[in-house]
């Protein structure tokens, strides 16, 4: 059974850091890409950043970009998101997403795997 469970949310002053945590089990997960999505308080949920396991190839979206970076480390199963320079409009639930296909895509139902989220919140 596939379990991602994320960790390495809180509380922040604008400006400050978080380093966020994805541990994947249940599977395999080298030929798999794996995002992180974000969900703001009555908003939807958006693409963050994404990484193929095997190639260590990423992609970010715009609003992140120069300030998030997303990285895996193979040996820990693990998928991280390191987060500097926040602002208050990073304030979300951030998800760890897998996908089978191993491809990066910015949709959330290109996904198969999800976990459960962790808040970050920024304050101004």
């Known amino acids: 059974q596939v379990q991602l469970v994320e960790s390495g949310g809180g509380l922040v002053q604008a400006g400050g850091s978080l380093r966020l945590s994805c541990a994947a089990s249940?599977?395999?997960?080298?030929?798999?890409?794996m995002a992180w999505f974000r969900q703001g308080s009555g908003k939807e949920r958006e693409y963050v950043a994404a990484?193929?396991?095997?190639?260590?190839?990423?992609n970010y979206a715009d609003s992140v970009k120069g300030r998030f970076t997303i990285s895996r480390d193979n040996a820990k199963n693990t998928v991280y998101l390191q987060m500097i320079a926040l602002k208050p409009e990073d304030t979300a639930v951030y998800f760890c997403?897998?996908?089978?296909?191993?491809?990066?895509?910015?949709?959330?139902?290109?996904?198969?795997?999800w976990g459960q989220g962790t808040q970050v919140t920024v304050s101004s």
């Open positions: 997403a897998a996908a089978s296909s191993g491809s990066i895509y910015w949709a959330s139902i290109s996904y198969d795997y």
């Open positions: 990484i193929t396991w095997r190639t260590g190839n990423t």
């Open positions: 249940g599977r395999t997960f080298s030929a798999y890409a």
